[in-house]
């Protein structure tokens, strides 16, 4: 696995990513999904990256910074991320984590959330194995 690169998004990863994304819930991607996508690739401020391997996209993390929200500093949030499942367990996500956490470091960013289901064990421990723990905010909700 050391022929992997990891690189900022493109706007042109876009159905690269939505095809991973779907291959991992299992249905097909929403189109605002890939818009959402190709935002971020074109945000300055969002920090998206891809693990690519023999020039394929294999795997994509998406985050962004957080200015004065409900009382924290700034901060990042990781919105989602995904490795395709040929390539899972492998470190892939890991790496992604690790050089976007190397980044918001030097751009003196502290603080890193971001929110996973209750009942998603396989993201929770992948989460805790980056050195997340729970934090004091609640995710609330409410049905329109």
């Given at each position: 696995m050391e022929n992997i690169r990891i690189r900022e998004l493109e706007a042109s990863d876009t159905d690269d990513i939505a095809d991973i994304y779907a291959s991992i819930v299992r249905k097909p991607v929403d189109p605002d999904f890939k818009a959402l996508i190709e935002k971020h690739a074109r945000?300055?401020?969002?920090?998206?990256?891809?693990?690519?391997?023999?020039?394929?996209?294999?795997?994509f993390m998406i985050s962004y910074i957080l200015t004065f929200g409900f009382g924290i500093e700034k901060s990042a949030w990781i919105a989602t991320l995904g490795v395709d499942p040929e390539f899972m367990g492998q470190g892939?996500?890991?790496?992604?984590?690790?050089?976007?956490?190397?980044?918001?470091?030097?751009?003196?960013?502290?603080?890193?959330?971001?929110s996973v289901r209750w009942d998603s064990t396989d993201l929770l421990s992948f989460f805790k194995t980056l050195g997340f723990d729970r934090s004091k905010f609640i995710n609330l909700k409410k049905e329109l």
């Open positions: 945000t300055e401020n969002d920090i998206c990256y891809v693990a690519e391997l023999d020039s394929r996209v294999i795997g892939i996500g890991d790496r992604l984590a690790r050089e976007i956490f190397k980044l918001y470091k030097r751009m003196g960013i502290s603080r890193v959330y971001t």
